[in-house]
């Protein structure tokens, strides 16, 4: 499979940031990936003794969908989370500081009053954490193929950014990502990814991510379709190397189990 996009999603929920390529290290997370939540009122998170917590904790666009309006991006040298809405900067603040946190704080209470259950305080992970959705699978891939595959069926476009994948290949069949859960995938630079699970999708890719709109059921089309609700795969970096847009990962050979694909 070649790799056509990368992207991370350094906060969790807001949108994503196209990369040239990325530095993957070994048993770690997708770099510059999930840094940050915005919690919505209390989440019981703490930094110091990270646990997992349901991302319904979190501003997320399965529930906030007018954060789609928003285009934001985190600046690695100077720690400053940026956010752009309507192409007009209206927010600059450094993560880091006390008195950026603040500001992040009031921009949300102003931008969407209404669906807040309390003060939005952006959280930052811990060096041994990241807010992703599944506890282990930490590098996110989504086969163009598959989401072209839903477009013929829908009769509509569907953007493949709905998916918040960190990798977006091409050269698989529609939907044979599916069948290389439990085998690796060898890419350049002795990098190796071990393929998890299928990812199950929420109401969160029914918005559509430039507009804000809610204008599509994924989840829905996806089990009318093909009985079941997933689109993408999780990995694990099994040891580390660097990727860039062109690249391509190999499945190695099925365990014998699972006969040879």
């Known amino acids: 499979m070649r ?27 997708f770099p510059g990936d999930r840094l940050f ?10 930094p110091a003794e990270p646990v997992h917590q349901p991302k319904i904790k979190y501003l997320m666009l399965m529930r906030n ?19 752009d809405e309507g192409g007009r900067e209206v927010l600059r603040a450094a993560a880091a500081s006390e008195d950026g946190r603040a500001a992040i704080t009031r921009f949300f209470e102003g931008f969407m009053p209404d669906e807040l259950r309390g003060e939005p305080k952006l959280l930052t992970a811990p060096s041994t954490y990241r807010f992703t959705d599944s506890r282990s699978g930490f590098v996110s891939i989504i086969n163009l193929a598959s989401v072209a595959d839903l477009e013929e069926r829908l009769g509509k476009p569907v953007d493949p950014l709905r998916f918040r994948g960190n990798l977006m290949v091409s050269g698989l069949a529609p939907w044979a990502e599916n069948e290389l859960v439990g085998r690796d995938l060898d890419g350049p630079d002795g990098l ?20 804000g709109a809610r204008d599509m059921q994924i989840p829905k089309a996806l ?39």
């Open 65 to 83: 969908e007018s954060l789609a309006r928003l285009r934001s991006r985190y600046d690695d040298a100077s720690g400053d989370l940026v956010i």
């Open 192 to 211: 190796r990814l071990h393929v998890i699970k299928p990812i199950e999708r929420c109401a969160a890719t029914n918005v559509d991510p430039e507009t």
């Open 223 to 261: 089990m009318q379709n093909y009985g079941h609700v997933d689109c993408g795969i999780y990995c694990r970096i099994v040891a580390g190397g660097r990727l860039q847009a062109g690249d391509v990962l190999t499945p190695a050979e099925a365990p014998a189990e699972l006969g040879t694909a």
């Open 37 to 46: 939540a915005i919690e919505n009122g209390p989440s019981g998170f703490d």
């Open 3 to 29: 790799i056509e996009t990368l992207y991370r999603y350094p906060v969790k929920g807001l949108s994503p940031e196209p990369l040239q390529g990325a530095e993957l290290p070994t048993e770690g997370y």
